[in-house]
């Protein structure tokens, strides 16, 4: 029996009640039988979750570029490691083999050296899915560079805030990207965020849509000119198990992003032992992620844990509804793909169109579906099953975060039979716990509560960049001893997980994970504006919507207000991104507050889901008025 690779349920059970009797023997054994490294590890885990410090495979060196690349030279120089296909479907796709990529990665570590970056420097990527950006990645972690990958869609405000909070001393970027049939101006964006980012030095510009931009002198340059005369060889730099390999940032409760960081050995082991298991991944398979890299997803699901395992993996640089609805399907057909991993809210997008957009493709090389991001509601799981899998191919429902690195409760196909809306059971090695209000752990079977995970695991983030105490605030202080997910939760009558949503102020809008603070922040900078409250509210297709209650410093004429409505929307793109605009702005003249002056969210939320005919006790609201007004005039 291997540990690496289940292959049925008993196998699982075996292997679970293995991994969480002696965590450290079955991670040991693992990163022992399928990686390669300079030196052994000292210690497999070392750890205090009141610090919180955890340390994985401690002593040991190696470098991720030689696990995702050189390592596989010898096995499968010419097998396709990345299918690039393009947004527009008549230019051609690309295939880059492992013999390619090692030479492409190479160069552009090769690039990055040449401009003064070194092992610990903060390297900030904003590119669109074009393959400069997998290989970006991997070219930082040759030379033990800090990658920190914002993803395209977000604002100039919202880039300077992320280079800024780490200091980054590049910015890799392009001359701007296709998404469906619009173009975006990514330099433009760059440019305007670089006014505010002191520590920026270096700007490298992939050129993609060949339009006319400015080049600053000195400060930015084109990337071809310098890959093309990069010498294509780079010694890997050896690195710490525990040097971080990378920073990604998500929303938390207050305005400013956490920088979550991920270290080297533990987050190669955790999303390679999870892409192979989840997704069943056999040699000559081909994967496709539809994430974007600038999400956790697409880290770990695009590039580490397909890598890592010698995978063909796919990336889309397109949008599924271009040039029609069908172009997923298209794309399934044409790269014959095995694997297909997708989110929720695309699920129900192309679940409201046509079925032949689906059925005019021959999906028939499908084994295995998957979907992350949000809670995945029974309809759109049928749909899924239906007439993607036609009834054949297992679902997996993976539960997980940015802050866990990898897949933390999933099924696994053909061992875990699945249900529709359950992510099922934890992982080998993910030790869940439910929690109640007064933190007591919820025992047995039948119960619902907050989920906590209760051990360490190697793929878990161990800080945030800078600010270590707010790591331990956020995540260790609800619970003692315990890392606090966010996320609320029940096991049934079999064990299984089932996620009910995020009971924090994260709002999930289709499938980005969104803070309410920092939309309520921006808000709040329109000069007309002296308060607001940001909840969400169901959407067919987003699964959450954003419902925003703003106090105006003087009650204008409803002619303006429209106005109004569409300014702050304005604010909020240009602030965070438009994947943060109010689908709902209802002005009023006051917001419910508790005595101590907390916005009270749940009743807002009740009336968002207009569902106000139980808002509970509101007698002990400081303005229990309020809440009348607000209901009369909701929208
Ligand atoms: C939050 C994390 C993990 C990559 C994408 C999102 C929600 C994620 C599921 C799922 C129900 C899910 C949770 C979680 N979530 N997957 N299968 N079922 N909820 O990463 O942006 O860090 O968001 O997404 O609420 O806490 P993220």
Redesign the pocket.
């Known amino acids: 029996m291997s540990n690496y690779h289940i292959k049925n349920l008993e196998e699982y059970f075996q292997v679970y009640r293995k991994s969480i009797r002696d965590p450290e023997s079955f991670w040991e054994e693992i990163a022992e039988e399928n990686f390669m490294w300079s030196k052994r590890w000292d210690k497999v885990l070392e750890y205090d979750l009141s610090k919180p410090e955890i340390s994985w495979y401690k002593g040991a060196k190696l470098n991720i570029t030689e696990n995702c690349i050189d390592r596989h030279l010898y096995t499968r120089g010419d097998k396709t490691a990345i299918i690039f296909e393009p947004n527009d479907p008549s230019e051609k796709s690309e295939h880059i083999t492992y013999k390619q990529l090692h030479e492409r990665v190479c160069r552009f570590a090769n690039v990055l050296l040449e401009h003064g970056i070194e092992k610990g420097d903060r390297v900030c990527i904003y590119l669109p899915m074009i393959p400069e950006q997998a290989i970006s990645l991997l070219a930082c972690a040759r030379i033990g560079a800090i990658h920190s990958v914002v993803f395209a869609g977000f604002s100039a405000t919202a880039l300077s805030t992320r280079i800024n909070d780490s200091d980054c001393k590049m910015v890799i970027t392009s001359d701007g990207s296709y998404r469906g049939n619009k173009t975006i101006d990514l330099k433009g964006i760059v440019d305007e965020a670089l006014e505010s980012c002191p520590s920026v030095k270096t700007v490298l510009v992939a050129k993609r849509i060949n339009s006319e931009i400015a080049m600053k002198p000195n400060r930015d340059k084109w990337l071809l000119p310098l890959l093309d005369e990069a010498y294509h060889h780079c010694v890997p730099v050896v690195m710490d198990a525990e040097d971080p390999l990378f920073i990604l940032y998500?929303s938390g409760s207050t305005g400013k992003p956490k920088g979550m960081v991920h270290t080297t050995a533990g987050y190669m082991v955790y999303t390679a032992y999870t892409f192979k298991n989840v997704f069943q991944y056999r040699e000559n398979d081909v994967f496709w992620c539809t994430a974007d890299i600038g999400?956790?997803?697409g880290h770990s699901y695009i590039v580490y844990g397909p890598l890592a395992n010698g995978a063909t993996t796919l990336m889309f640089e397109g949008v599924p509804s271009y040039p029609d609805f069908g172009r997923f399907w298209q794309v399934v057909e044409k790269h014959k793909v095995n694997q297909f991993y997708t989110a929720p809210t695309a699920i129900r997008a192309l679940a409201k169109e046509r079925l032949d957009f689906s059925e005019n493709y021959d999906l028939s090389s499908l084994k295995i579906l998957g979907?992350?991001?949000?809670?995945?509601n029974e309809e759109a799981w049928h749909w899924y099953n239906d007439n993607i899998g036609k009834k054949n191919c297992p679902i997996v429902?993976?539960?997980?975060?940015?802050?866990t690195g990898g897949i933390m409760i999933s099924p696994i196909p053909y061992s875990t039979p699945t249900i529709p809306t359950y992510?099922t059971l934890p992982l080998p090695g993910i030790q869940p716990a439910l929690m109640d209000e007064n933190g007591e752990e919820l025992k047995g079977n039948l119960v619902s509560g907050r989920l906590c995970i209760k051990f360490p695991w190697p793929g878990m983030a161990r800080t945030i960049w800078g600010n270590h105490e707010r790591y331990r605030e956020t995540y260790f202080s609800t619970f003692e001893n315990k890392y606090f997910?966010?996320?609320g939760a029940l096991r049934d009558s079999t064990g299984y997980y089932r996620?009910t949503?995020?009971v924090d102020d994260?709002i999930?809008v289709s499938?980005?994970?969104l803070g309410t603070a920092p939309i309520e922040d921006a808000i709040n900078e329109h000069p007309a504006v002296a308060e607001s409250a940001i909840v969400g509210f169901p959407h067919d297709v987003k699964g959450n919507a954003l419902y925003g209650f703003v106090i105006l410093k003087e009650i204008g004429e409803t002619r303006l207000h429209e106005n109004l409505r569409k300014e702050i929307n304005q604010i909020i793109t240009e602030h965070i991104g438009p994947i943060a605009k109010l689908d709902k702005i209802q002005f009023t003249t006051g917001l419910p507050k508790t005595r101590s002056g907390k916005i009270m969210r749940r009743i807002l939320r009740k009336i968002a889901e207009k569902d106000t005919d139980n808002l509970g006790d509101i007698s002990t609201l400081l303005n229990p008025e309020v809440v009348q007004e607000i209901i009369d005039s909701a929208i």
């Open positions: 998500t999400w956790i997803t979907s992350v991001g949000e809670p995945i429902d993976t539960w997980w975060q940015t802050e992510a997910t966010g996320d996620i949503g995020r994260v999930i499938g980005h994970n």
